[in-house]
Antibody, heavy 123, light 110 residues
Framework: QVQLQQSGPGLVKPSQTLSLTCVISGDSVSSNTATWYWIRQSPSRGLEWLGRTYYRSKWYFDYAASVRSRITIYADTSKNQLSLHLNSVTPEDTAVYYC?????????????WGRGTLVTVSS | QSALTQPASVSGSPGQSITLSCSGSNSDVGKYNLVSWYQQHPGKAPQLMIYEDAKRPSGVSNRFSGSKSGNTASLTISGLQAEDEADYYCCSYAGYTTVVFGGGTKLTVL
């Protein structure tokens, strides 16, 4: 059974970096078919995709325009996990953050989600 | 890209059929066969109900069906049950390596 286990702090101070981890079990972060996403959800912004990574002979990373200057996604094959780093956060970044999988790679649907991590940006 | 438009709320009685709409544009919903639908219960992660406009993942009840006409996608739930009460979100690929979501519809089972 494929599972995504998220971890990371629930409180981040403004201007600091938000860092979350998603450990994958039952699949591989370096799968040649799946694509791995970070998506967030807030009352003010709704559901919003942030970025994705996938491996097709080499690693690829795509980021949403809204966060492109502040986001980095990492894939760690030794730990079979992906990580999200979002720097210079503001209260607008307060949201539930999810990691998710597109099993087909490029069909832009998400069949598996982590349980979500509520991250509050506050001093 | 603008968010897709969904009605804020819809209600129905047990046993009824209801249809949730998702309005986009000819740059997203109308251009690609890549609309997906998600059900979300309070405090839970979204769950995939429909993908590629009308395909149903294994394990999802056949009471759920998806369709599309022009720039509007629809999710129909037949034989409404109490457990169907949840928020429903549509999602569409919008080109240029981006995806847009709808604002969500709260379904109430009366």
């Amino acid at each position: 059974q494929v599972q995504l286990q998220q971890s990371g702090p629930g409180l981040v101070k403004p201007s600091q970096t938000l860092s979350l981890t998603c450990v994958i079990s039952g699949d591989s972060v370096s799968s040649n078919t799946a694509t791995w996403y970070w998506i967030r959800q807030s009352p003010s912004r709704g559901l919003e995709w942030l970025g994705r990574t996938y491996y097709r002979s080499k690693w690829y990373f795509d980021y949403a325009a809204s966060v492109r200057s502040r986001i980095t996604i990492y894939a760690d094959t030794s730990k079979n996990q992906l990580s999200l780093h979002l720097n210079s956060v503001t209260p607008e970044d307060t949201a539930v953050y999810y990691c998710a999988r597109d099993p087909s790679g490029f069909q832009w649907y998400f069949d598996l989600w982590g349980r979500g991590t509520l991250v509050t940006v506050s001093s | 890209q603008s968010a897709l438009t969904q009605p804020a709320s819809v209600s129905g009685s047990p046993g009824q059929s209801i249809t949730l709409s998702c309005s986009g544009s000819n740059s997203d919903v109308g251009k690609y066969n890549l609309v997906s639908w998600y059900q979300q219960h309070p405090g839970k992660a979204p769950q995939l109900m429909i993908y590629e406009d009308a395909k149903r993942p294994s394990g999802v009840s056949n009471r759920f069906s998806g369709s599309k006409s022009g720039n509007t996608a629809s999710l129909t739930i037949s034989g409404l049950q109490a457990e169907d009460e949840a928020d429903y979100y549509c999602c569409s690929y919008a080109g240029y390596t981006t995806v847009v979501f709808g604002g969500g519809t709260k379904l109430t089972v009366l």
